[in-house]
């Protein structure tokens, strides 16, 4: 009887699996074009942005394997489209004042910043405690250039 039930219970999810692949994810994964990056404050900064940000916060995602299988596809998905929604490297349109700017480098240096479920299959995302440093230093100066450069008084993008 166990075995008839365990027999049934993998099927049963096999099946379940195969529907999964059928239902669409709302789009194909796409990259948008790069309308603007930040004016980086070193190359440094990019870099470490790059290997750690890029792939939820830029136009430039890498699309591995596994993001064409559901439901981890629905997830990667979902990651993307929050993370360029909130901080887009690739459209720097958006105006990042002083407490936004701190709370960007803040999320870094606390490691919340890529979110562990990222990290375990990129390690080449995991920041040393200098280079979380370097980054949110980074983030902050070319934040602070950006913001005084390219955003009129009073107005606020990013909320």
């Known amino acids: 009887m166990l075995k008839k039930i365990v027999l049934i219970l993998v099927i049963g999810g096999a099946a379940l699996f195969i529907v999964a692949q059928l239902v669409p994810f709302g789009r194909a994964h796409d990259n948008p074009p790069v309308v603007q990056e930040p004016n980086w404050d070193s190359a440094e900064t990019r870099a470490l942005a790059q290997t750690a940000c890029f792939d939820c916060h830029s136009n430039e995602s890498v699309w591995p394997w596994y993001s064409n299988i559901a439901p981890v596809s629905w997830m990667v ?13 690739s459209d720097w349109g958006q105006c990042l004042r002083g407490e936004e700017a701190e709370e960007l480098a803040e999320v870094i240096r606390e490691g919340e910043m890529p979110v562990s479920s990222y990290l375990v299959l990129h390690s080449e995302a995991r920041l040393s405690d200098a280079d979380k440093e370097a980054l949110a230093q980074g983030l902050l100066a070319t934040a602070r250039a950006s ?5 009129p008084e009073g107005r606020r993008d990013h909320d």
């Open 77 to 89: 998905q979902h990651h993307v489209d929050e993370g360029r929604e909130y901080l887009n490297f």
């Open 147 to 151: 913001s005084s450069t390219a955003c």
